[in-house]
């Protein structure tokens, strides 16, 4: 077998792993996000940006094992990592193909864990919104007059908020 196609099963069973990864600190973040947890949110989210940083890497690396693997098989281009296989030899296009259906299958479902989660944030901001909104319009009393004109209860209520978010 090649070496670069060993460098390539590698780099995409590196790939898938930090997949499931990222899939669990997703799992973690609905956790959060279900139960309001502010401050880990925050911390949860800086450590996606990292994963999604260090994936990037990991992409760069498979996209240039890629390229060295066309180049040692004097291939001009594939579209796909399934037409790259028609070229390789039968073991290796099996495992790669077996990578392949792990990681598309991962990637599903964090996309399908991600539209929930920010489904849920959606939510939550709708409802701070709307408590924002019922504390703001509160109003004051209002002014009203007794007999001898004098102004009772001019007091206003000043809003909570100076913004609203």
Not at 34 to 48: F, R
């Amino acid at each position: 077998m090649l070496k670069s196609v060993e460098q390539l099963i590698l780099a995409l069973t590196k790939e898938y792993e930090m997949y499931k990864d990222y899939f669990e600190v997703a799992k973690k973040k609905k956790e959060i996000i279900i139960n309001g947890h502010v401050k880990e949110l925050d911390h949860i989210t800086k450590i996606e940006q990292d994963m999604i940083m260090t994936m990037g890497k990991i992409d760069h690396i498979r996209t240039s094992i890629i390229g060295n693997l066309l180049m040692e098989l004097n291939i001009k281009s594939v579209d796909s990592l399934t037409e790259l296989t028609e070229y390789l030899p039968e073991q290796a296009a099996s495992k790669i193909m077996d990578i392949k259906e792990k990681l598309e299958m991962i990637i599903k479902q964090i996309k399908d864990l991600n539209d929930l989660n920010s489904s849920l944030i959606k939510q939550s901001l709708e409802y701070i919104d709307f408590n924002m909104n019922l504390m703001m319009s509160l109003e004051a009393k209002g002014s009203t007059y007794g007999s001898n004109a004098d102004e009772k209860d001019l007091k206003q209520r000043s809003s909570v908020f100076d913004v609203k978010i």
